[in-house]
């Protein structure tokens, strides 16, 4: 207990800058959390048809934002290095770049999402009876996705500048929207009653295409928020600003972002890929995958809350050309977040039965879950770590490694894994997650050999 005393006493200064930076990313992934969860039970009391539907194409969207988060890691580690540095001015030229990213990606994300998203349920396999639902669920929720660049990619030069407070706020402005919207859109309009008063509630009764609006248009009011936001900030305000575009700038951005677009979308393809083998195992067996992926969200809540103080602190130590303030950074929130993602772990282990149940009353669907929960529920802590250093390594621009782990784990292990287990030993869904949680073990000791070996270090000397 002494020993971590004098620990805590040394590194004061940093613990408090990595707590003040982390609290509102946690805060953030809380209440997006909630919002999943919230999404997840209403649709989910509509049937499993309805939450498979909804599962099937989340995988989808995951790809479709892979592009947006990569360059918003590019944008943080270039602008945290530059303040790290003392280089507000770059700072800022790097966030006039970032307009360029959002106006095209946004554009051509939402181009092609509307074009495939008539055959995106039967290129996955669904069943004939959910084609209808997912797709024009799909391709609600991407008509915006203009908004959603927006609200990503300043949300990233926000962070990159130490602002984890305004990226919490939009976040929970969206959230907000989206369950207020939620209530009143999904369901038939309906009596209810609070006490001894009974009311006539009006609803729009549109099903999942209701819960696919209410998301949109949340999306909508993050973009718009954080425009404001960037716009107002007095250090990144491209107020009086030339807004043309430096090739030098845009090419350092690329150079950390494209390795980290390729894991992105190479984890959201594999995760399509994962699906669509869930898929083959029945509408009841995707409803208790989808359910089960969105139950276990917040239970790592800590570990991408940490991430994103990781990758800043990461970030400003490279500008500051101290390794020993890196290494401390490593330290210091990868045991935060193993002793936090232990705890939740812990909880997740003994009250599956419980979350699920908050989702659907389906019995064999709890059931079900409860199980697979379980499962992943002891390799939290593992994950705790590969979340970290992943954070870390981006922070400073190492992007390359950590797409070649993401390659070897997510296609070396779970969808070879999963292959083997549908194919040739005809399992269920149990061995799926056996092999899911074997990613992220992997991942994790790759990652971790990577740090302790310390090729890193180069980028601290050039």
Not at 178 to 188: D, G, K, Q, R, T
Not at 275 to 293: E, N, P
Request: hydrophobic content about 50%.
């Amino acid at each position: 207990m002494k020993r971590m005393t004098t620990y805590y006493d040394q590194n004061k200064k940093l613990f408090h800058t990595i707590f003040h930076l982390a609290w509102p990313s946690i805060i953030e992934q809380a209440l997006f959390t909630v919002v999943q969860y919230i999404d997840t039970a209403m649709v989910g009391r509509i049937g499993a048809h309805a939450s498979a539907a909804v599962g099937l194409t989340s995988s989808v969207t995951w790809l479709v934002n892979a592009p947006l988060f990569a360059i918003g890691v590019g944008i943080l580690a270039c602008i945290a290095e530059s303040i790290g540095a003392g280089n507000r001015e770059r700072a800022k030229e790097y966030g006039i770049q970032a307009l360029y990213f959002i106006g095209i990606l946004g554009v051509l994300s939402t181009a092609i999402t509307l074009s495939i998203s008539p055959f995106l349920p039967i290129w996955m396999g669904a069943e004939p009876e959910i084609h209808q639902e997912a797709s024009l669920y799909f391709s609600i929720v991407c008509a915006p996705l203009l908004f959603r660049a927006a609200s990503v990619i300043l949300g990233a030069i926000m962070r990159g500048a130490g602002d984890t407070k305004s990226p919490m706020l939009a976040n929970l402005c969206m959230n907000l929207v989206n369950m207020v919207l939620n209530f009143f859109l999904i369901y038939e309009s309906r009596y209810i009653t609070l006490g001894s008063f009974r009311f006539y509630l009006p609803s729009a009764g549109l099903g999942v295409a209701g819960a696919a609006i209410a998301t949109a248009i949340s999306y909508c009011i993050g973009g718009i928020f954080m425009a404001i936001v960037y716009y107002r900030n007095p250090a990144l305000s491209p107020r009086g600003c030339s807004l043309r575009h430096k090739p030098e700038l845009i090419r350092k951005c690329l150079r950390i972002s494209i390795p980290v677009t390729l894991e992105r979308i190479s984890a959201a393809l594999g995760q399509v890929v994962f699906v669509t083998l869930v898929t083959r195992l029945g509408t009841l067996a995707l409803a208790t995958h989808s359910i089960a992926m969105t139950a276990e969200q917040a239970f790592y809540i800590p570990g991408f809350g940490m991430q994103t103080a990781a990758s800043t602190m990461a970030g400003q130590s490279l500008g500051e050309r101290s390794q020993k303030k890196f290494l401390q950074t490593a330290k210091i929130t990868t045991g935060m977040a193993v002793l936090l993602m232990t705890i939740t772990g812990g909880l997740l282990f003994l009250f599956p039965g419980f979350m699920m149940s908050l989702f659907t009353k389906d019995a064999q669907v709890i059931a079900g879950g409860i199980t697979v929960l379980k499962i992943v529920a002891v390799s939290e802590p593992l994950f705790a770590v590969a979340i970290i250093l992943e954070g870390i390594f981006n922070g400073i621009g190492d992007t390359k490694a950590p797409f070649f782990f993401s390659l070897i784990s997510m296609w070396g292990v779970r969808i070879l894994g999963a292959c083997f287990s549908i194919f040739y030993l005809h399992a269920g869904l149990k061995m799926i997650w056996v092999f899911m949680v074997a990613d992220n073990v992997t991942r994790a000791l790759l990652l971790s050999a990577r740090i302790l070996k310390g090729s890193w270090r180069q980028r601290f000397t050039d």
